[in-house]
């Protein structure tokens, strides 16, 4: 189950959070602090009005008589199905009190008995006393954390009903794959992350028989993620597209082994660090000198570059019908290289215009293309046919370069915000394939390449 903490300190505002996400949440929460004794029939009538599961989150002064007996004629009236504290002896209470009615009592662990994997056992069977259902924090806020998790995945899904949270700013595959911990339900911390955990992942689906891929890279990019994913169940796929943020490839590997992940795509920094552990490349990996996806093939590791085709099959139309004959490409990264080498593939004159005019230099001599610095833009107005924006600057990186409405503009960044060079190709009225185009046309042959598949059009 999925759900979300509902913000608000009354009645009306958590009621008006629940209707921005009823149609994604399996179970809420509820902070106590709204059930002042004049708001407690509106909040009674909130919560018998739910057709899912709600949880009341209560603080140690509801421990006084007073206060406790208020608290369970709450729970009862409105039908709470789960209570969850951080108190010891609430939690007691509430266990004894409800131990032969349908009420169940989730019990928080403090966070300093479960930040080393080896207390974890522990900590969630002291909790779990008198019926309770422990729930435990976990902060993965390191690439060793993330793997040392992984690496106990098995002792924390081998114990019995829980309830897991996650932190951290490695911690977004973990809260993804939240099933594999076995986790009874994951709270999340606002509605944009219920909702793509969701529409985007079903993570609320996964179980032992999804197969995983995963998207490798620091940051992470989950763009592929909403592409991919989707294809899964039209070829009748249990699987998951997953994003994983680490600092080095040794760790991913490791992870890689434990989850099992059958394939995965690959972004920056490791397109050019990959190649050392594939055991096969492909030809256009061998040209371009990078790789964004690794398949395993026949125990070896295979190593393709879906940038190179993914290309081509945007400007097909156009290259076939001799529409495009001279291209200037802005940029030599990765995305640089992948252009370059596929329209030198199909005999495009291509000129590299790039801030590191080394750079420029050297995969220009490798594709006998030419080349210039960035900051001679302005000689190139009017001489292409193609102009490819690879670059992730959002800066006016090339201000003297004019566009004159005739040129395609072809986008490979799909990941930060609309550039000023963009604006004025639109502007200037070309036409124009998006970074999403881009994203979308690369990820679908990524699909193909990682399912054996086509892609469910």
């Known amino acids: 189950m999925l759900g979300l903490l509902l913000e608000g300190s009354t009645v009306k505002e958590i009621t008006e959070n629940y209707s921005e996400i009823s149609d994604y949440a399996d179970i809420i929460e509820i902070n106590s602090s709204v059930c002042i004794s004049d708001s407690q029939d509106e909040l009674v009538s909130f919560v018998s009005s739910l057709k899912i599961p709600a949880v009341l989150v209560v603080s140690k002064e509801h421990e006084e008589s007073q206060a406790f007996e208020m608290l369970c004629s709450l729970i009862e009236k409105a039908g709470f199905r789960y209570v969850r504290s951080s108190s010891s002896h609430l939690c007691t209470k509430l266990s004894k009190t409800f131990s032969e009615k349908n009420i ?3 019990r928080d662990v403090p966070a300093e008995q479960t930040d080393k994997p080896q207390n974890l056992y522990k900590a969630l069977k002291k909790a779990s006393e008198n019926n309770c259902i ?3 924090v976990i902060n993965i806020d390191s690439e060793e954390a993330l793997v040392t998790y992984y690496s106990f995945l098995k002792n924390i899904s081998a114990f019995g009903k829980k309830v897991i949270s996650f932190t951290g700013s490695f911690s977004n595959s973990a809260a993804i794959l939240y099933r594999k911990a076995d986790s009874s339900y994951l709270c999340c ?10 529409t985007v992942y079903h993570a609320e689906r996964i179980d032992g028989d999804t197969a995983i891929y995963a998207a490798v890279g620091n940051p992470e990019n989950s763009g592929l993620s909403a ?3 989707p294809g899964f169940e039209p070829v009748g796929m249990n699987a998951v597209f997953i994003p994983f943020r680490t600092e080095t490839l040794k760790a991913f590997f490791k992870i890689a082994d434990i989850l099992s992940i059958s394939g995965f795509s690959i972004t920056k920094p490791f397109n050019r660090e990959i190649i050392p552990y594939l055991g096969r490349i ?37 290259l ?7 291209a200037v490409v802005f940029g030599c990264g990765v995305a640089g290289h992948s252009a370059v080498w596929a329209l030198r593939y199909r005999h495009v004159n291509v000129t590299i215009l790039n801030r590191t005019a080394d750079k420029a230099r050297k995969l220009a001599a490798e594709t006998m293309s030419s080349w210039d610095s960035l900051e001679n833009a302005a000689k190139y107005t009017g001489t292409a046919d193609l102009v490819i924006q690879a670059t992730s600057s959002t800066d006016d990186f090339a201000p003297d370069f004019k566009f004159t409405g005739k040129e395609l503009v072809c986008d490979l960044v799909y990941n930060t915000a609309s550039s000023a060079f963009m604006n004025g190709a639109e502007k200037a009225g070309c036409r124009i394939i998006s970074g999403k185009a881009c994203l979308v046309s690369q990820g679908k042959l990524q699909f193909e390449k990682l399912t054996g598949f086509y892609y469910p059009d």
Do not use: C, F
């Open 134 to 136: 422990p729930h435990i």
């Open 320 to 326: 076939d019908s001799g529409k495009i004959k001279n």
């Open 282 to 318: 492909s030809r256009e990996v061998t040209k371009t000198g990078s790789a964004n996806l690794a398949v395993w093939e026949n125990r070896y590791l295979k190593g393709m570059n879906t940038d190179y085709y993914g290309i081509l099959n945007l400007l097909e139309s156009d």
């Open 227 to 229: 592409v991919i994913n």
């Open 104 to 106: 169940q009592i989730i």
């Open 189 to 198: 911390s606002s509605p944009k992350t219920l909702k793509r955990l969701k």
